[in-house]
């Protein structure tokens, strides 16, 4: 019987360390489970706002913002998260200080200077997908897009405005940093956005890829 001891003594360790594991997994997980669901439950089937900073970068188009410099707006949306995987988002975002020196006007040999802006508001359908507490988002949209060009030179000035609408295709991140709010970044890319301005009749392509980094309110 005293040859037994000493093994019946190692089993009893062995189970003593198989619940220590199986009790610091349950306590994780439960510490885990009350931390992470406050957290990525704060969007699923609520309500967002997140003001952003932009950074607009013309595209290259001969048609289009090609001499341009790359522009800095700012934005805010309101989303709406339906379910986990999906949401809809409404967007507005004012772009300025896309300026160009020296572009030629109309048919002209004159050369001027541009200073580009637009306000545009934009409605997404988004595929939102949650990993702990980070949510992937990617969409399409469609966008409204309210451009306008300052053109100046030879002593004179001009400006020509316009509206239309075009498409994009938005993605980016939400970054949970506490339960009621997250940091948001994202990519937008331009589709179809060509307007026609009245002025000189000219269909101008006015989209442009988009930076956007902000912060995401949870309510």
């Keep these: 019987m005293e040859k037994l001891k000493p093994k019946k003594r190692r089993e009893k ?3 003593k360390s ?12 439960l510490i885990l489970g009350m931390m992470l669901p406050s957290i990525v439950s704060a969007e699923q089937g609520s309500f967002s706002i ?3 900073l932009i950074a607009f970068f013309p595209n290259s188009d001969s048609n289009g913002l090609n001499n341009y410099s790359t522009g800095v707006g700012i934005g805010v949306d309101a989303r ?3 379910l986990a995987f999906f949401a809809l988002a409404a967007e507005l975002d004012y772009i300025g ?3 160009a ?3 030629h006007y109309g048919s002209t040999s004159a050369t001027v200077n541009g200073n580009y802006s637009n306000f545009a508001v934009k409605i997404d359908a988004l595929l939102t997908i949650p990993l702990g507490i980070i949510r992937i988002f990617l969409g399409p949209g469609i966008v409204y897009n309210n451009p306008s060009v300052s053109i100046s030179g030879g002593g004179s000035s001009t400006t020509l405005s316009t509206s239309g609408y075009g498409w994009e295709i938005v993605g980016g991140v939400d970054i949970g940093v506490t339960e009621n709010g997250a940091i948001t970044a994202e990519i937008s890319f331009p589709i179809d956005q060509n307007v026609t301005f009245s002025g000189n009749s000219a269909t101008v392509n006015v989209g442009g890829y988009e930076l956007m980094a902000g912060y995401r309110f949870f309510f």
């Design 97 to 99: 200080a896309s300026n």
């Design 80 to 82: 709406y998260n339906f």
């Design 101 to 103: 020196t020296g572009i």
């Design 13 to 15: 360790m062995k189970v």
């Design 18 to 29: 198989i619940l220590g594991k199986i009790s610091t997994v349950l306590g994780t997980s």
């Design 50 to 52: 997140a003001p952003k």
